[in-house]
């Protein structure tokens, strides 16, 4: 692997961990972190500075790591902001033990993050053929690709309604995506666009909320429509993006076909799509 001449002189991690300087590779952006939010003991959002040459459609991933070796971790994740934000957003769960956020969520403002440069990915509008209304279906982390989605433009040009669904097992679990949605029909940009064309719907399944349960239960049973008011998922106008663990992504995809819907992908579009790269 070619590598430019520079090094990164990097001040100590939040752990104190003793200033590193590592060739670069070509194929490598180092950034600085300008924010860092811990909203619970197991997840965290932090933003670092974007390259001016960086481009991305929203709902794509990208492998970052740390400058922490000479051969980094690297780890997909999906970039939570929108196309346009002038700094990059990603949302992280903290895994004890975890090759990479095990220091990840030590970073501090000044630190520096590592990010290759070529992002890709299936959770993008592209991978879709045309319809009317758009689920984005979620648990923890998972909601990422969703948090820059459902900031982009594009995506209430092509659909007339949004529905957002996330489980967590817990309620502050839920915070991440909640402030994001309560802020966004104030929202300069895209806040006239938005207006009531996308509806927030969270549950759990261990804390005791308004909503429980397991998305996949929820559709399956039923209840999910009873609770929303939707009518049942319909192949014609419905299209669906899915986002979480393995487990998860097994158990929707099962439920979606059920109703009808077919999987796609970039080079195939389709009536729904699956992202399976990414932390959490």
């Known amino acids: 692997m070619e590598v430019k001449n520079s090094t990164v002189e ?15 590779p070509e194929n ?16 965290f959002k932090f933003r670092i500075t974007r390259p001016p040459e960086f481009r991305f459609r929203s709902g794509e991933f990208i492998m970052i790591g740390l400058p922490n070796a000479e051969k980094p971790v690297y780890r997909a994740y999906s970039i939570a902001s929108p ?14 033990g975890g090759p990479l956020t095990e220091e990840l969520q030590k970073i501090v403002r000044g630190d520096t993050v590592l990010m290759r440069k070529k992002p890709t990915g299936t959770l993008v509008l592209d991978a879709l053929i045309p319809g009317k209304r758009l689920y984005m279906l979620s648990t923890g982390t998972g909601v990422a690709p969703f948090a820059s989605l459902i900031r982009d433009p594009e995506t209430y040009e092509k659909f007339e309604e949004i529905v957002l669904v996330q489980t967590c097992r817990d309620v502050d679990e839920l915070t991440y995506i909640s402030d994001i949605v309560d802020g ?12 009531d064309r996308l509806r927030l719907h969270t549950t759990t399944t261990r804390e005791p909320f308004a909503r429980m349960g397991r998305i996949t239960d929820l559709l399956s049973s039923g209840r999910f429509f009873a609770d929303t008011g939707l009518p049942p998922i319909d192949p014609e106008m419905d299209r669906a993006m899915i986002c979480g663990s393995m487990e998860m992504l097994k ?5 979606l076909q059920s109703f009808g819907l077919v999987e796609g992908a970039n080079n195939a579009p389709a009536t729904f799509v699956v992202e399976r790269a990414f932390v959490g």
Not at 184 to 194: A, T
């Open 10 to 24: 990097h001040l100590p991690l939040g752990a104190g961990l003793a200033t590193v300087r590592f060739p670069i």
């Open 28 to 43: 490598v952006f180092a950034q600085t972190v300008t924010e860092v939010r811990h909203f619970t003991d197991r997840l």
């Open 83 to 96: 196309f346009w934000d002038e700094e990059i957003e990603f949302y992280s769960i903290k895994v004890p």
């Open 184 to 195: 966004l029909r104030e929202d300069p940009l895209i806040g006239e666009l938005v207006g």
């Open 251 to 255: 158990d929707t995809k099962a439920v």
